[in-house]
Nanobody
């Protein structure tokens, strides 16, 4: 059974940092792309970033470039999103996702597997 288990998140002041994590079943981690989406209150879910099994990285949201860093640790089957210089507009529920290809981050259907979501709240 495929599982994506998220941790981290919480409340931080603007300008602060948070790291969120997502641990995946070993069966998919070693072959699948991993990454993140987010959904702000009242808005549609949007792709944030994706990293392939060969560590190719794509950031989909211009506003996070230079502030967010995605990484993956094969020894721990875990993908991370380090978020620095957080802004109130970064507030939302962040979802981990996994799929054979990062191409599905930009499709209507989206990735095959999803985490449970974790709340990130940035106060001004």
């Amino acid at each position: 059974q495929v599982q994506l288990t998220q941790s981290g998140g919480g409340l931080v002041q603007a300008g602060g940092s948070l790291r969120i994590s997502c641990a995946a079943s070993e069966t998919i981690f070693n072959i699948n792309a991993m990454g993140w989406f987010r959904q702000a209150p009242g808005k549609e879910r949007e792709p944030v970033s994706c990293i392939t099994d060969t560590h190719e990285i794509t950031y989909y949201t211009d506003s996070v470039k230079g502030r967010f860093t995605i990484s993956r640790d094969s020894a721990k089957n875990t993908v991370y999103l380090q978020m620095n210089n957080l802004k109130p507009d970064d507030t939302g529920v962040y979802y981990c996702a996994s799929d054979p290809s990062c191409a599905n981050w930009g499709t209507q259907l989206g990735p095959d597997y999803w985490g449970q979501g974790t709340q990130v709240t940035v106060s001004s």
